[in-house]
């Protein structure tokens, strides 16, 4: 079945560089989700989108980081001037609804700024 | 300051046995509680439930238990496979503030690492 997919698997990076990371939910899903994930912890929420809206980016760290979703399937988690501190596995989710919020999580991609 | 705790890194139990995963919360406004279990070079994956009208959610193997008074709930597995090695997240979210803009905000515990030995 269609579940959730993630582009790229593995991204390395120099400090400085901007990157981009696309995730494609489930389809019918209008809640899609980013989380960041460093080692040895817990997903560590970023930003959720109702259909095309953000409707909460309070997990967002700076300015640097910033999401698109624009059509209300396809989202791009986009990093501008990485650091080595952004290095981490982001995980993207999507769920039919957020009442009970039962999420579907795609595999990642393991981000490496050098 | 960690809202979702979980406290034991990891847990060895023989197949067959219980195996049992504690989560601790400490935010009361929590109202709805996921487990997530977690391969290798994979996503979590949903397992089970429980709101906190219940005090606990059975599902084969996979019993919640939540004790809201104590902001603890705990995850039982009967019996455990070697299957279910992997690690386990407690989840929590908020659902019943009206208009609540953070419903869909999940906050994740950092996870116990099950080893089931056969």
């Known amino acids: 079945g269609a579940g959730v997919s993630q582009t790229p698997s593995n991204k390395v990076t120099e400090k400085g560089k901007y990157v981009e990371l696309r995730c494609d939910p489930i389809s019918g899903h209008t809640a899609l989700y980013w989380y960041r994930q460093s080692l040895g912890q817990g997903p560590e929420f970023l930003i959720y989108f109702q259909g095309t809206g953000a409707a909460d980016d309070s997990g967002l760290p700076n300015d640097r980081f910033f999401a698109v979703r624009p059509e209300g399937s396809v989202s791009t988690l986009k990093i501008q001037r990485t650091e080595r501190g952004d290095s981490a596995v982001y995980l993207c989710?999507?769920?039919?609804?957020?009442?009970?919020?039962?999420?579907?999580f795609g595999p990642g991609t393991r981000l490496t700024v050098l | 300051d960690q809202q979702v705790k979980q406290n034991s890194p990891s847990l060895s139990v023989q197949e067959g046995r219980i195996s049992i995963l504690n989560c601790d919360y400490t935010?009361?406004?929590?109202?709805?509680f996921l487990w997530y279990k977690k391969y290798p070079a994979e996503g979590p994956t949903f397992l089970i439930s429980i709101s906190s009208i219940k005090d606990k959610n059975e599902d084969g193997r996979f019993t919640v238990f939540l004790n809201k008074s104590a902001k603890h709930l705990s995850l039982h597995i009967v019996p455990s496979q070697p299957g279910d090695s992997a690690v386990y997240f407690c989840a929590a979210i908020t659902n019943s503030i009206p208009f609540n803009t953070n419903a869909g905000k999940s906050t994740f515990g950092d996870g116990t690492t099950l080893t089931v030995k056969p």
């Open positions: 989710a999507s769920s039919l609804d957020t009442v009970h919020n039962r999420q579907f």
């Open positions: 935010n009361s406004m929590f109202d709805y």
